[in-house]
């Protein structure tokens, strides 16, 4: 089973496919086939907020938070221990303990506070794509005040 993987001419990911005779490459755009199914791939990075995951998902503001479910396969370039997600654009670095089937597992906390976005995507496009499971946007919506 294989699935292919078009890397942009940084080595950043572009996308990923199941199958390759129909891809149309940019300029500088490479395949790489990998000895994986597309499923597994897709699932190397999972954000997930309330058990849901590539989706945009929103929570009233107020008190409390939001926590971020972490889950990614050990890095084959190393570490393995942390995962560095963009969070708007900032990097913050989730530590990872041990989770089931060789995955790690972390939180990242997001406060309610203030109304507004979250946009949490991968911070090393090179290992995994800001797409599907990997991408989570978190809207945080003003409440109407009683009248």
Same mark, same amino acid.
């Given at each position: ?22 891809? +149309?490459?940019?300029?500088?755009? %490479? ?16 954000? *997930? %907020?309330?058990? $849901?995951?590539?989706? /945009?998902? *929103?929570? @009233? ?11 990614? /396969?050990?890095? @084959?370039?190393?570490?393995?221990? $942390? $995962? ?6 900032? +990097?913050? /670095?989730? @530590? ?10 972390? #939180? ?5 506070? #203030? ?6 995507? @991968? ?5 995994? =794509? ?9 809207? +945080?919506?003003? /409440? =109407?005040? =009683?009248?």
């Amino acid at each position: 089973m294989s699935m292919f993987v078009v890397r942009n001419a940084d080595a950043s990911i572009a996308f990923f496919a199941e199958k390759a005779n129909d891809l +149309v490459l940019a300029p500088g755009q %490479v395949i790489e086939e990998l000895q994986m199914s597309f499923a597994e791939y897709a699932n190397r990075l999972v954000l *997930s %907020v309330e058990g $849901v995951s590539g989706q /945009t998902v *929103s929570f @009233p503001a107020g008190q409390g938070e939001i926590i971020v479910q972490v889950s990614c /396969t050990p890095s @084959p370039v190393g570490g393995g221990e $942390v $995962v560095d997600l963009l969070v708007n654009d900032l +990097v913050e /670095t989730v @530590p990872l303990s041990g989770g089931g089937g060789g995955r790690g597992e972390g #939180t990242l906390i997001l406060s309610r506070q #203030t109304p507004g976005v979250f946009l949490i995507a @991968p911070a090393n496009r090179q290992l995994y =794509p800001a797409a599907g499971s990997s991408l989570l946007a978190v809207v +945080v919506e003003e /409440t =109407p005040s =009683p009248q």
